[in-house]
């Protein structure tokens, strides 16, 4: 009997092995050392340093180490490139991008042999989803290159682009950013990550074959001081990054204040919930490709595993049976299911978490076979036995590591997918498709897959929701990233707030007999300042108009407390929002006189023409409530993806000094209509027209805890609110200083942050803040990827 007979008669494992020659070749070709790629050319080859091969240990090249002045002259090469890159038509732009699509189909067995030789990911991934999927992204956006001006009038694009991509996706993470920085115009610096440099290397010779002009794609290898010199580097106008929750941090900190763009992909710990209706057997094998696909070295894999308690038993025998078939090898073998890890310190990392989760009384399942030595392998792992608050539960582990946990209700399984810190994707298995469309937007994650998972295409925007970052990757979401308003380049400073001495520095001194201090408003009530203290507001020659409360780090405390219970509000209906934003201006139109009496008396300005900018602008995000929503996307696959338009949460706004009404209004109109509850200072030297505000709300329906408004110092209240965990997303104006320092505090929980850097952003010109510009501000896009067909 031949070989292949036998196999058909004892069902065995036979190896299908892939030929590494023509990688090898391509490597040789190159004396096995490598430069970077800067201004079309290869540099000389500086200090190197080996890219191996995980399944084995293997060097295969010597790549360069990139210095601070390697990155200075990339930086440059593409500077001078933009300018006759960025004024090429959409056409072609979009001619370069199709000629690099096409080529990358053309070399893509050699792309995917060199990816798993450099990755150790199995070559049936490189092969039929990685590289596949990279063309895609250049076809893709060679469509957005072309009709740009059409899709995003007024943007222009930011200019010289750093990107910093990680060793999960290497190939794939290029094509994520390199795609939508050359559609939208810009030029661009990427460093690949030191231990998958290759398959980028080889893309910059695709760059070259395709004819692109010179300094449009440099590719500079290195360590992190090599990516730390790009995002410091003062020439780039923005900085894309993908990789731990950690740098990304770091980066939003190092880029606090100047004025760079930034997007953040970042880390996951996604809930993979497996409903009692579920197909388990397609549950079980969507599990597979959810957290040991890769290795399970992907952002958003499933690796909290959450199982309706009524079938836990019957699902874990039939996940270990499974487990136990799967197989783990060379990665070049065609018929291997699991390959290396990336390195050895990320095998290290991934054994010092699960024996911490032993430790902590979890039940560690390996199944019982054996695994290559020589190379980063490890086994497929079940930890059970398990609490929300364990280590492997609440890090993300980054390796072939399934953490599982039961559940009684669709309530209880939504509270312990959101039980993190992270929000990048969620997996759901249910045959019954409403109760998967009722979980789906209750699951703050950027992406969500019914009876699916890991689907990607680039016409689905991609990315986090949290602390796994912001921005998004693919769709039309991830071309605008890469975009910003043309006029925001000609913003000039804002003067300065001129100082008004009090007539007495006595604070007994002035006001009536009867105390007229304007009370905060916290939960939909008046609250004193938990500082016991008031400020003085003075008018325009320094009388003493009337007192605020000074509040303080309790009364912030209080305001968010009060938001957060008041998160049902983007629940609302877009109508029933819109319809309270109609009756608010309508009741503020009824009071116009009153208000700006008010404006009056605090600034010596005739008030009339701001109360009535202040009604139109309710007016116009109330119209807008019902209208700013998603679109339905229909990738290459059976399924579609609905773009959900959400609320980023609980909104915290320190309002311009200036127009003390108007800019005030201007900033909650669009977060109000969008459904996230706000915490507002109002401006800090006339902050009576809003204190008299919650008159208005209350009158207007605005449910408690919706608006929040806490006056005092907003220098002051603005680091606390930056620092606070509790808010999601915050907008700032005021000086560059304070600008810089909120951007920078606000790290801690990685909140989206809108500041104006001491630019003069004129709220009244309704051309351009009566749209768009802050709503897309207010929200985040969640795509649910929905099957269909037979």
């Excluded at 596949?132 to 200019?159: I, K, S, T």
């Excluded at 003493?544 to 912030?556: A, H, M, Q, T």
């Excluded at 938001?563 to 209906?573: E, H, P, V, Y």
């Excluded at 002051?716 to 606070?724: N, P």
Aim: charged fraction near 20%.
């Amino acid at each position: 009997m031949n070989k292949i007979a036998q196999i058909f008669e004892t069902l065995e494992y036979g190896p299908a092995p892939e030929s590494a020659q023509p990688a090898l070749d391509w490597l040789k070709a190159h004396d096995g050392i490598f430069g970077h790629f800067i201004n079309g050319a290869w540099t000389r080859p500086g200090k190197t340093f080996s890219s191996d091969n995980p399944a084995n240990g293997q060097s295969l090249a010597q790549v360069s180490e990139g210095t601070a002045e390697d990155v200075d002259k990339a930086v440059k090469a593409a500077r001078i490139a933009f300018k006759s890159w960025s004024a090429l038509s959409g056409y072609e732009r979009a001619k370069y991008l199709y000629a690099i699509a096409r080529l990358v189909q053309k070399h893509s067995r050699l792309f995917a042999v060199l990816e798993s030789l450099d990755n150790g990911k199995p070559i049936r991934e490189s092969r039929d989803i990685d590289i596949p999927l990279v063309a895609r992204h250049f076809y893709h956006h060679a469509g957005w290159g072309q009709h740009r001006d059409r899709e995003f009038p007024g943007q222009v694009p930011y200019g010289v682009c750093g990107q910093i991509i990680p060793w999960n996706f290497p190939l794939l993470m290029l094509a994520w950013k390199i795609a939508p920085a050359l559609a939208a115009g810009n030029t661009v610096v990427l460093k690949p990550a030191e231990f998958t440099s290759l398959t980028a290397l080889l893309f910059a010779e695709i760059c070259e074959k395709a004819g692109l002009p010179k300094g449009v794609v440099n590719i500079v290898t290195g360590f992190g001081d090599t990516g730390q010199a790009i995002v410091a580097h003062p020439d780039i106008d923005k900085i894309a990054f993908t990789g731990s929750t950690e740098v990304g941090k770091a980066i939003r900190a190092a880029t606090a204040g100047t004025g760079k763009g930034l997007s953040l992909e970042l880390g996951g710990k996604s809930p993979y919930i497996v409903f009692e209706d579920a197909d388990i057997d397609s549950a079980i094998e969507g599990l597979v490709d959810a957290i040991w696909f890769n290795q399970g070295q992907v952002c958003c894999a499933g690796s909290r595993l959450l199982i309706q308690e009524s079938i836990e038993d019957r699902f874990i025998a039939k996940l270990k049976k499974r487990m136990a078939s799967l197989r783990v090898g060379d990665p070049l073998d065609k018929a291997i299911d699991i390959g290396a890890l990336v390195a050895p310190v990320q095998v290290e990392r991934v054994r010092d978490l699960v024996k911490k989760g032993a430790a902590e009384g979890a039940q560690v399942y390996e199944p019982d076979f054996d695994i290559p030595g020589g190379g980063c392998f490890l086994k497929p792992t079940l930890i059970t036995n398990v609490s929300p608050s364990h280590t492997v539960v609440t890090e993300e582990i980054f390796g072939p590591v399934l953490v599982a946990m039961s559940f009684r209700t669709p309530e209880e399984a939504v509270a312990l997918a959101n039980n993190t810190r992270y929000g990048l994707a969620a997996t759901i298995w249910s045959e019954n498709i409403n109760l998967a469309l009722d979980i789906a937007p209750k699951i703050k994650a950027g992406v969500v897959w019914i009876n699916g998972t890991n689907n990607f295409d680039a016409a689905v925007g991609f990315g986090g929701y949290k602390e796994s970052g912001f921005g998004r990757e693919g769709g039309k979401e991830g071309m605008g990233v890469y975009m910003k308003p043309a006029w925001e380049k000609d913003l000039k400073p804002a003067a300065a707030a001129k100082a008004v001495p009090a007539k007495s520095a006595n604070p007994l001194d002035g006001g009536d007999s009867i105390d007229q201090t304007a009370k905060m408003y916290i939960g939909g009530k008046q609250a004193r300042p938990d500082s016991g203290y008031s400020r003085p507001v003075h008018g325009p020659g320094g009388n003493l108009v009337g007192e605020v409360g000074d509040g303080n780090r309790k009364d912030i405390r209080n305001a968010v407390e009060a938001a957060r219970a008041a998160l049902g509000w983007g629940n609302a209906s877009a109508h029933n929002r819109s319809q309270v934003l109609y009756f608010l201006a309508e009741n503020l139109q009824y009071r116009r006189a009153e208000f700006a009496a008010r404006i009056r008396e605090q600034t010596g300005e005739k008030g009339e023409a701001e109360v009535d900018a202040a009604v139109e602008r309710l007016f116009a995000f109330a119209g807008w409530a019902d209208k700013y929503d998603g679109a339905v996307h229909n990738p290459p696959l059976r399924a579609i993806a609905a773009a959900m338009v959400e609320p980023i949460g609980v909104l915290a706004i320190v309002a311009p000094a200036a127009r003390p009404l108007l800019g005030s209004v201007a900033l909650l109109a669009p977060a109000l209509a969008m459904g996230n509850p706000v915490v507002l200072v109002p401006s800090d030297k006339a902050p009576l027209s809003v204190t008299d505000l919650y008159q208005v709300l209350e009158t207007s329906d605005v449910p408690s805890g919706v608006v929040n408004i806490v006056t005092g110092d907003s220098a002051v209240l603005a680091r606390t609110l930056a620092e606070h965990d509790g808010v999601d997303a915050m907008w700032y104006f005021g000086d560059a200083a304070g600008s810089t320092m909120v951007e920078k505090a606000s790290t801690g929980n990685l909140k989206q942050t809108w500041t104006s850097r001491g630019l003069n952003y004129d709220l009244a010109d309704t051309g351009k803040f009566e749209g768009d510009y802050f709503l897309r501000r207010a929200t985040q896009v969640k795509n649910v990827w929905v099957p269909y067909g037979a």
